[in-house]
């Protein structure tokens, strides 16, 4: 069986409102609707802090 594996990014400010967004849980939820809408398997979800106060979380996901 062939599998697909995608990558979601976003990026958001956790201490203050940032591309529209206010909460780094909205980011999240996000990416994680976009996961299963398209029916996928979290294969991993990443946050890593930046300079200055941004934060990125990647989601992993394979599709078959």
């Known amino acids: 069986m062939m599998y697909n594996y995608r990558v979601l990014t976003v990026t958001s400010n956790p201490i203050g409102e940032f591309e529209g967004r206010e909460t780094?849980?909205?980011?999240?939820?996000?990416?994680?609707?976009?996961v299963s809408e398209n029916e996928g398997e979290i294969v991993s979800v990443n946050q890593v802090m930046t300079e200055p106060h941004v934060l990125l979380t990647t989601v992993v996901y394979k599709v078959q």
Do not use: A
Not at 24 to 34: H, I, R, S, W
């Open 24 to 34: 780094v849980q909205n980011d999240l939820e996000v990416l994680l609707g976009e």
